[in-house]
């Protein structure tokens, strides 16, 4: 069950939008090549003095099909095998180290989560609460996870992990000491790494780094697709949390909403705790402008029925609320919006009312939604530079956002 923690993670993030390198053989064969580091020496072995920064030069992925492209910052060629929906790449990140990075391009909820594939056979083959985890951190450019671990026999391993709509990847070296290269390595391949038939980029990509309490690190990433007369917004946002005193836990989620001319045509919430499915739900208009949802809980909690608006005329997109932020409240024609949004943590009968106002600065703003209150610095547009919420038992969410335009995020 979800820590305190856990729980003021999971509702701040709904509110907001958001390893062992186990080499398996099957039995009566030898092993796969995607599990067996090719010339991989002692992995295991005293470390080598760390190599200088251009040891680390650019190298061109050899895939063995047409289905990604991409480059990797490393000490020598990397080797890529295709093992069924999983792709394997090892990566030398020193002369005497490499790096097993498994990607996959499943949905969050169809085994593309991090913790899904932390926790498979040949990766890191637990998950990471059962593990010592230490020296968390999120890269505030990327969103890349990496972290340090050790088992219950003292041996270390390091971790980095990344997810957005086109690919989910995690690396992992197992003995090695070199994290600064091993990151470095990690996170170019996160930059380059892109499948060959992705769709067009997105328009707007916004990126927030996010931190929770006592330092709890997360990321939330969100995506705005111009897709004919629909607008898509796809939020995909994690929190790295403690679970014990040893243990990582993450919540990981993924928000896609569609509109039409400014209002909620669907919405789509999925989550998962530890790789588990803890949370689906999914909100529809009909052609008469009536919305319904499906709401589904890892603890058997259900709804499926209608949702009551007190307006008339359908739910504001996020554009749309971003929109009337910068008409109305930044431009001073209003001193407050009061503005109803769908919840699926609230009671989904009803959607919730949340008020934005201009706080002390031209750039401030004020949003309440029940007991919840979050200052905001918004930029000229009405996206979100940075924000403070307050959660319960005096917890605090910081997040820090920048925006870029034409799909040049990582």
Same mark, same amino acid.
């Given at each position: 069950m979800p820590s305190n923690r856990c729980a003021i993670a999971v509702m701040n993030l709904a509110a907001g939008l958001a390893m062992s390198l186990s080499a398996t053989s099957c039995a009566g064969r030898g092993p796969s090549p995607a599990t067996q580091p090719p010339n991989a020496g002692s992995l295991g072995a005293a470390a080598p003095p760390a190599p200088p920064e251009e040891a680390l030069v650019w190298h061109t992925i050899s895939f063995p099909d047409a289905t990604f492209t991409g480059r990797v910052l490393a000490a020598a060629a990397p080797t890529a095998f295709r093992a069924g929906d999983t792709l394997v790449i090892w990566v030398p990140f020193t002369p005497q180290a490499q790096g097993r990075c498994t990607i996959v391009r499943n949905e969050l909820a169809s085994g593309g989560s991090i913790e899904a594939l932390v926790a498979a056979p040949g990766a890191v083959g637990t998950r990471l609460r059962e593990l010592s985890v230490d020296h968390v951190e999120v890269s505030a450019e990327t969103g890349m996870l990496s972290l340090v671990a050790k088992r219950d026999n003292e041996s270390r391993v390091e971790v980095a992990a990344y997810r957005?709509?086109?690919?989910?990847?995690?690396?992992?070296?197992?003995?090695?000491?070199?994290l600064p290269a091993f990151k470095r390595m990690a996170e170019s391949l996160v930059r380059s790494?892109?499948?060959?038939?992705?769709?067009?980029?997105?328009?707007?990509?916004?990126?927030?780094?996010?931190?929770?309490?006592? &330092?709890?690190? &997360?990321?939330?990433?969100?995506? %705005?697709v111009e897709d004919g007369t629909r607008v898509l917004t796809r939020v995909t946002s994690f929190v790295a949390f403690r679970d014990g005193p040893a243990g990582l836990d993450l919540m990981e989620q993924s928000d896609d909403e569609a509109a039409v001319e400014g209002r909620v045509s669907e919405l789509r919430t999925v989550r998962l705790f530890g790789g588990r499915a803890d949370l689906e739900a999914r909100l529809t208009r009909d052609a008469a402008g009536r919305y319904r949802a499906v709401v589904t809980g890892r603890r058997g909690q259900r709804f499926?029925?209608?949702?009551?608006?007190?307006?008339? =005329?359908?739910?504001?997109?996020?554009?749309?609320?971003?929109?009337?932020?910068?008409? =109305?409240?930044?431009?001073?024609?209003?001193?407050?919006?009061? %503005?109803?949004?769908?919840?699926?943590?609230?009671?989904?009968?009803?959607?919730?009312?949340?008020?934005?106002?201009?706080?002390d600065k031209p750039d401030e703003l004020t949003v309440t939604e029940g007991q919840r209150v979050s200052r905001e610095v918004v930029d000229a547009d009405g996206?979100?530079?940075?924000?403070?919420?307050?959660?319960?038992?005096?917890?605090?969410?910081?997040?820090?956002?920048?925006?870029?335009?034409?799909?040049? &995020?990582?």
């Open positions: 957005d709509r086109r690919k989910a990847l995690v690396c992992a070296a197992d003995g090695a000491r070199d790494l892109q499948p060959t038939d992705a769709p067009p980029p997105p328009t707007v990509v916004e990126l927030c780094a996010v931190t929770i309490g006592d &330092g709890a690190p &997360g990321f939330e990433r969100t995506e %705005i499926d029925g209608p949702v009551s608006l007190k307006g008339t =005329d359908g739910l504001p997109s996020r554009g749309a609320i971003r929109q009337r932020i910068k008409n =109305d409240l930044l431009a001073g024609g209003a001193a407050e919006l009061v %503005i109803e949004a769908f919840d699926p943590l609230e009671p989904p009968a009803e959607a919730v009312v949340r008020t934005y106002a201009r706080a996206f979100v530079r940075s924000a403070e919420t307050g959660l319960s038992a005096g917890t605090r969410r910081s997040s820090t956002c920048r925006r870029e335009t034409s799909g040049t &995020g990582p």
